[in-house]
């Protein structure tokens, strides 16, 4: 550090202390958490693990012209006080145990609880014997708090070294009054600097009671003391009553004095009187205590007061906020453990920032940038330090993604990202795009697990930070959930389409659609072989939920004219057949998936030799899946040879048919009020096609489609919502080049 070294010297201090617990206007805490440097061990943590690095115990205590003095606890629970002068020069001083941050140039040590005086130039020592308790030292004037002479209370007195004579004087003020007379009970001093007209200030907090006609009031204030020896409290400079505590901090500088004081709720304010109304700041960003590490320019500096039994993975972000414009605090240092203050008011923290661990400077340029002035070698332990996962993620419409941030503490590191579907068990792995601003990383799930639509139900996730260099990482997880509508025709309980296809060797396929068009095309995910001995059946039907669980079912009509029901599990497999009934050979035409009555089940349709069409609807039971028959139309669908229940087409609320005639005419019934209104003719030409699907909405837009299939090709008819011009045609890949290949499709 490069300080100009001024004719005046001024003072910082060091006192015998049993244990480093607290200093005045630093923190001398626990280490950062970190990770040691190759070659580095546990043990040594006073010690540099190389030439030229600061010890990883090392806490910044004072600094000024001569470079900084640390202090640092070993192994053996010895403290440990170094001066680092700026040619890279280190001296560790025996018999001291303790040093005074005193924004001065100066050093005061204490060896066998004796004040000393010490010059860094002349290297003297002249020493004193305090008659009472050592409550600060600024600049070159050490304060004690001693009994007052007539046995009440305390006085407050300043002792300064002047070439060997200890001079001294009491400053406390007994304000003439007796009605109102206080009694000091305790003193501090929390900050020392220089006000706007360059004298050399420091500010003193002060507790104690006043004696009024109605007896003695407690009561907290504070002064703001002229440094040089022979000036008393001026009594004006008395503030209002505050409450503080031992643990409070401040800062002085030409524009601002301030104090942290404690709230009701037992955090703490931040107290600043400069340009303008006295500021009362929350810092309800901080929970419980906090102290003030400074102040530069209209930017105060504060952290959480450090736990002395938190271990040294918990990380002390310093933070920062604008005074005079009030913003939103922000980060300055990933983690915080102790301060100095220098001369020409700027700042020498102990703390950790994304990159490095160390010393950083703060201010020499106005701002609160920190500069790396000594480092200990190490990182900062990779820390993820906050995420955005939500809760629930529906994939209901094409192009939804659920978006996902992890926050680190450093950028130089990955973020993995696992996702696992409870019940299946699936995973997907994907790497985490970053670091942008503020080390974000993100990752947004398109919905897609296993090549295929992602299922519902709950998640699981799990973001693993790893270090570039692979020293060092950090887990987090939790928890979402996926929704949306059911499709009666999804097998895989992941809202899209399946469609079934049997070959001509009797094996049956499911190939599972993506739920959402994929460059403006339905196209299929994945084909699945369900197994083989199909060809039993001369009817395969996808009837939707009639067997009242989370997936869609089948039924398969075999050549003995017995009807058989297969319930999805929703895995893509369906449970053990159960028998519906015999007689059921006599039908033409078969079809289900509509809900013809909207009370929430599918029901079933079929066409008799007679043209009779008969509505079977849905029980809800898997072992009796539909109630008896009942006749919708008494003749007149002879005439049909392909039937489709495709749902609500028409938006009138019913499930609606499709049929073909053997003309290749292609006609709409739309159902309302529990009947099927007067036929629409959709058009003709559709006798090209083999099978005619309603498999649910294909296309995510709301409406329920169609797809025809055939040796011309497989095409998607979007449903419109209307009756009149009820599809618009789509080209698709299922099923490319294998129109002659299956004998069923549903």
């Known amino acids: 550090m490069n300080h100009r070294i001024t004719g005046r010297r001024l003072a910082a201090a060091l006192v015998t202390l049993a244990t480093v617990t607290a200093v005045t206007g630093t923190l001398v805490t626990a280490p950062a958490a970190v990770a040691a440097p190759a070659g580095a061990t546990a043990e040594g943590r006073c010690a540099p693990a190389a030439d030229g690095l600061l010890p990883v115990g090392a806490e910044v205590a004072s600094t000024g012209a001569f470079g900084y003095m640390t202090t640092c606890v070993d192994e053996n629970g010895t403290t440990v006080i170094q001066r680092h002068a700026l040619d890279g020069t280190v001296s560790t001083f025996a018999n001291a145990s303790a040093v005074y941050d005193s924004w001065s140039d100066w050093m005061v040590t204490n060896s066998s609880g004796v004040v000393s005086a010490y010059h860094p130039v002349s290297k003297t020592y002249s020493n004193h014997v305090l008659s009472g308790d050592l409550v600060g030292v600024a600049f070159n004037v050490v304060y004690e708090s001693r009994p007052a002479a007539n046995g009440q209370g305390r006085e407050l007195w300043q002792l300064r070294n002047d070439n060997g004579v200890v001079n001294k004087l009491k400053i406390s003020d007994s304000f003439g009054n007796q009605m109102y007379q206080r009694t000091e009970t ?25 004696a009024t006609n109605d007896g ?13 020896l022979g000036t008393e409290i001026p009594t004006g400079s008395v503030g209002g009553s505050e409450s503080w505590d031992a643990s409070a901090t401040g800062a002085l500088t030409a524009t601002y004095r301030a104090w942290t004081v404690n709230r009701p709720d037992g955090g703490t304010q931040l107290t600043a009187m400069g340009n303008g109304p006295v500021k009362h700041v929350p810092l309800t960003d901080i929970p419980g205590k906090a102290v003030l590490a400074g102040i530069i320019g209209d930017t105060a500096l504060y952290a959480a007061q450090r736990d002395p039994y938190a271990g040294p993975e918990v990380l002390t972000p310093l933070y920062a906020r604008n005074l005079a ?49 000594a480092s200990t070698g190490r990182l900062v332990a990779l820390d993820v330090t906050g995420t955005s996962v939500p809760s629930t993620v529906s994939l209901e419409k094409g192009g939804v993604n659920a978006p996902m941030t992890f926050d680190l503490n450093r950028p130089d590191a990955t ?70 509508t059911a499709n009666p025709h999804d097998y895989t309980d992941n809202g899209s389409a399946d469609l079934l296809a049997r070959d001509s060797a009797g094996v049956l396929w499911r ?3 993506y739920d959402w068009p994929v460059d403006g095309q339905v196209k299929p995910a994945k084909r699945t072989r369900i197994g083989s001995g199909w060809n039993t059946y001369k009817h395969i039907e996808a009837v939707g939920n009639i067997g009242g669980g989370a997936a869609g ?21 369906f ?150 011009g009820a599809f618009t045609r789509q080209n698709t890949t299922l099923y490319a080049g294998e129109g002659g290949k299956f004998t069923s499709v549903s």
């Open 415 to 484: 973020v993995t990202v696992v996702l696992t579907h409870t019940r299946t068990g699936k995973t997907l792995t994907a790497r985490a795009g970053g670091p942008g601003d503020g080390n974000r990383f993100t990752y947004s799930w398109n919905g897609v697990l296993d090549g295929l639509s992602a299922p519902n139900g709950a998640y699981t996730w799990q973001a693993t930070a790893t270090t570039l260099d692979g020293t060092g990482t950090d887990v987090v997880s939790g928890a979402f959930t996926v929704t949306r």
């Open 575 to 724: 449970g053990t057949r159960v028998r519906v009934g015999a007689g059921w050979g006599g039908y033409k035409q078969l079809t289900g998936g509509s809900d013809y009555d909207r009370d929430g089940r599918s029901d079933l349709f079929a066409t008799d030799a007679a043209g009779a069409l008969w509505w079977y609807r849905g029980t809800g039971d898997p072992a009796k899946p539909f109630f008896p028959r009942g006749k919708i139309g008494t003749g007149g669908w002879g005439v049909y040879n392909q039937l489709a229940a495709v749902g609500d087409l028409a938006g009138d609320a019913g499930g609606d048919l499709i049929a073909r005639d053997t003309s290749g005419v292609l006609w709409l019934y739309p159902s309302a009020d529990y009947r099927f209104g007067p036929r629409v003719r959709v058009g003709g030409g559709w006798g090209g096609f083999s099978q005619l699907v309603g498999a649910g909405d294909v296309t995510a837009d709301g409406r329920p489609d169609l797809i025809a299939y055939g040796p011309g090709g497989t095409y998607v008819y979007r449903s419109n919502g209307t009756t009149s």
């Open 553 to 573: 079912d089948l039924v398969a009509l075999d050549t003995a004219g017995v009807l058989w029901s297969y319930t999805g599990k929703g895995d893509g497999t």
């Open 325 to 373: 414009t009030g913003g939103a605090p922000y980060k300055v240092l990933e983690n915080f453990s102790s301060v100095a203050h220098a001369p020409d008011g700027s700042l020498l923290v102990r703390g950790a920032t994304s990159e490095a661990d160390g010393l950083f400077a703060l201010g020499k340029d106005g701002t609160t940038t920190p500069t790396l002035v």
């Open 511 to 513: 190939d599972d659609l």
């Open 186 to 210: 305790g003193y501090k001093i929390v900050a020392a600097g220089r006000n706007a007209n360059g004298q050399a200030t420091a500010v003193v907090l002060v507790q104690g009671t006043r």
């Open 216 to 228: 003695p009031v407690p009561y907290s204030t504070h002064a703001v003391i002229p440094v040089p």
